[in-house]
């Protein structure tokens, strides 16, 4: 079974960048994704991509800003976070896709999570 940590949250000023990782324990032959929560608010979709990496799909509120990406020989997952928002404060985390939808429920082993807070 594989567990997932995240890392690489912290604070930031609107505009600023941040880069996500996700590490895995063991190797992982599926689709990973990103996935945020914030408080009062249900988990919602960020970011997911195949095992081979070409394909990439992206919540339409990250687009453009948000880049999803992995290293399979490191078991390593990130996400690079540029022009961040106040709306994009959340805790982050990383999933193994086990449906065949972006939605949480379609996600599971999840990691335990990574606060990302934007300030104005």
């Known amino acids: 079974q594989v567990q997932l940590a995240e890392s690489g949250g912290g604070l930031v000023q609107a505009g600023g960048s941040l880069r996500l990782s996700c590490a895995a324990s063991?190797?992982?032959?599926?689709?990973l994704g990103w996935f945020r929560q914030a408080p009062g608010k249900e988990r919602e979709f960020v970011a997911s991509?195949?095992?081979?990496?070409?394909?990439?799909y992206y919540a339409d509120s990250v687009k453009g800003r948000f880049t999803i990406s992995r290293e399979n020989a490191k078991n390593i997952m990130a996400l690079q976070m540029n022009s961040l928002k106040p709306e994009d404060t959340a805790v982050y985390y990383c999933?193994?896709?086990?449906?065949?939808?972006?939605?949480?429920?379609?996600?599971?082993?999840w990691g335990q999570g990574t606060q990302v807070t934007v300030s104005s």
């Open positions: 999933g193994v896709q086990r449906g065949s939808s972006n939605v949480a429920a379609d996600f599971g082993s």
């Open positions: 063991g190797r992982t032959f599926l689709r």
């Open positions: 991509i195949d095992y081979t990496g070409s394909r990439t």
